[in-house]
């Protein structure tokens, strides 16, 4: 089970750092992703990195303002967001699978979500 937290309200300009945990499994195997969903829209890519850290890639919406990040002996990933703008706002998502690829097939598990909210 993977639970995203870190969320909140922001002014525009701040950062945020999200994280995702995982519980009774390990992450260490998986590729990581973050995806999110502004209000009314589909769900969208964000960032992804591979099992071992050494892959990331990056939207263009959010590239230069984001860092994805893992740490496998801590059993969590981040999502380090600067440079927060108000289009920025959506419920953000965690995701595991094989590869550190774009669609969101790609991904077996999924956490619950955890909402951020840039005001400007």
């Known amino acids: 089970q993977l639970q995203a937290s870190g969320g909140g309200l922001m002014q525009a300009g701040g950062s945020l750092r999200l994280s995702c945990a995982a519980s009774?499994?390990?992450?260490?195997?998986?590729?990581m992703a973050w995806f999110r969903q502004p209000p009314g829209q589909d769900r969208q890519f964000v960032a992804a990195?591979?099992?071992?850290?050494?892959?990331?890639d990056y939207a263009n919406s959010v590239k230069g303002r984001f860092t994805i990040s893992r740490d496998n002996a801590k059993n969590t990933v981040y999502l380090q967001m600067n440079s927060l703008k108000p289009e920025d706002t959506a419920v953000y998502y965690c995701?595991?699978?094989?590869?550190?690829?774009?669609?969101?097939?790609?991904?077996?598990?999924w956490g619950q979500g955890t909402q951020v909210t840039v005001s400007s």
């Open positions: 995701a595991a699978g094989d590869r550190p690829l774009r669609a969101r097939d790609t991904y077996n598990y």
């Open positions: 009774g499994r390990t992450l260490s195997g998986y590729a």
């Open positions: 990195i591979s099992w071992s850290g050494g892959r990331t």
